[in-house]
């Protein structure tokens, strides 16, 4: 098997002495779809933070190799320049800039409108428009996921809201991340929508800040389903396979 795109070992993150993230173990290949399941509160949005170097997010223990580079001693830019790219949790907003400017970021020469169409967005009614308040907040992801679509990124780590996407059907999510794929990518997906994660190449489920169970997207829903727990409470659950 080749090396992992992604490969995170012992991964420990930490709020006031409180370990959200445990010892994490994960590995993603080039051109793999995999998707991340969990409860509320099992620390798949602080997994995110602390893959892109967040502020706040520096992590305590571990490593995080990225083609073969430690991603640790790096920034956000830096990540960001590696081929590394999180999308869908915080919606974009920056005052000012308009649609355009925003999906040619870096590229001025880049034709944004396809990628505006893939997130069912018409280019004449939206190029031209100022990325602020005046969008909703589903606008404003489905802006995001354009840029997204539009840098093709090695590894998109999409984190989707729990309300969903407003108004994109599973469908149109589902195409969104089988194109980042088609364009060469992997994408990590922690998503709430068992069709969503059903499309992997493979799935995981994070209970208390592990991987506790990794496998076929069939086999991960199935024991995702078998957890009582609606918001994670800090312990591992004592899951026992029938």
């Given at each position: 098997m080749a090396a992992p795109l992604l490969d995170i070992r012992n991964l420990t993150f930490q709020v006031d002495r409180h370990a959200i993230l445990d010892r994490l173990g994960l590995a993603i290949q080039p051109?793999?779809?995999?998707?991340?399941?969990?409860?509320?509160?099992?620390?798949?949005?602080?997994?995110?933070?602390?893959?892109?170097?967040c502020d706040g997010y520096a992590?305590?223990?571990?490593?995080?190799?990225?083609?073969?580079?430690?991603?640790?001693?790096?920034?956000?830019?830096?990540?960001?320049?590696?081929?590394?790219?999180?999308?869908?949790?915080?919606?974009?907003?920056?005052?000012?800039?308009t649609v355009r400017e925003y999906l040619t970021l870096g590229k001025p020469d880049g034709d944004s409108e396809p990628a505006l169409r893939q997130v069912g967005l018409a280019p004449d009614r939206y190029l031209n428009r100022r990325v602020d308040k005046a969008l909703s907040g589903g606008e404003r992801?489905?802006?995001?996921?354009?840029?997204?679509?539009?840098?093709?990124?090695?590894?998109?780590?999409?984190?989707?809201?729990?309300?969903?996407?407003?108004?994109?059907?599973?469908?149109?999510?589902i195409d969104i991340i089988r194109a980042l794929k088609a364009a060469g990518g992997s994408v990590l997906l922690i998503t709430h929508q068992e069709e969503v994660?059903?499309?992997?190449?493979?799935?995981?489920?994070?209970?208390?800040?592990?991987?506790?169970?990794?496998?076929?997207?069939?086999?991960?829903?199935?024991?995702?389903?078998?957890?009582?727990?609606?918001?994670?409470?800090?312990?591992?659950?004592?899951?026992?396979?029938?």
């Open positions: 051109g793999e779809i995999h998707a991340l399941l969990g409860a509320n509160g099992s620390g798949k949005t602080t997994l995110a933070y602390v893959l892109m170097g992590p305590s223990g571990g490593a995080i190799l990225f083609a073969g580079v430690d991603l640790l001693p790096l920034k956000m830019h830096e990540r960001a320049k590696l081929g590394l790219t999180l999308a869908w949790q915080e919606p974009a907003r920056f005052e000012g800039v992801h489905r802006i995001e996921l354009a840029s997204v679509l539009s840098m093709k990124p090695k590894l998109a780590i999409l984190d989707e809201p729990a309300a969903g996407i407003d108004m994109l059907s599973i469908n149109h999510i994660a059903l499309i992997a190449d493979r799935a995981s489920q994070l209970c208390a800040g592990r991987i506790i169970f990794s496998g076929g997207p069939r086999e991960a829903v199935d024991h995702f389903r078998g957890r009582t727990c609606v918001r994670c409470d800090g312990e591992v659950c004592n899951y026992v396979r029938t």
